[in-house]
């Protein structure tokens, strides 16, 4: 089984597409798993160039096929100075931990939504380096979700803004979704792992 190193530490990350690519024979693996810690600045102004950096600093430091991913975050009626775009997590120079996030983007949604909701979207950039340090980028955004200002009990370590997001069609938390509701209305990222197969080499 090839093995692909994802330069993230997020294990809901990980999740996200772990068990697509084990069907297609590749293990994917966190920095966590690798004892790896990188140590890169961010400083693109994409998802993709974001996701090249840190896909370059994972396949120097380790020579294996490297996967990076970062996202931009748009909230509608937000003004320009305050749109998370790339620094989702990042406020005012700070990190936020998942129940800060949950705290401040509650209170953007109460200062521009209407009735307690704003429709966002979420933007993706992912960068992916095959073991000959070949290339190849891909992007996706999910626009079927509104961010709402009352927040469901239920946290997703590491995905706090899902605790805050439901889908349009069915009004229902991120966090409740059933795979009954995914058949209904289609969640799959089968197309990024696809593209993540095709890419690091055989």
Known sequence: MKQVIFATGNSSKIKRFQEGLKDKNIELLSLRDVHLTLDVEENGSTAIENALIKARACFKKTGKPSIGMD??????????????????????GK?????E??????????????????????IYGLAVINELGEEATYTWSKDDFYMVS???PIINPGY????????KILDKYFTDITDEDKEKIRINEDDVVAFIADHVGD
């Open 71 to 92: 996202d931009t975050l748009y909230m509608e009626n937000v003004p320009l100075d305050k749109q998370p775009g790339l620094f989702v997590r990042r406020v005012n």
């Open 95 to 99: 990190s936020l931990t998942d129940e």
């Open 101 to 122: 996030m949950i705290k401040y983007y509650t209170s953007l949604v109460k200062e521009y939504g209407n009735d307690g909701r704003i429709n966002s979207k979420w």
């Open 150 to 152: 009352e927040p469901s």
């Open 160 to 167: 706090p803004l899902n605790s805050i997001s439901k889908y």
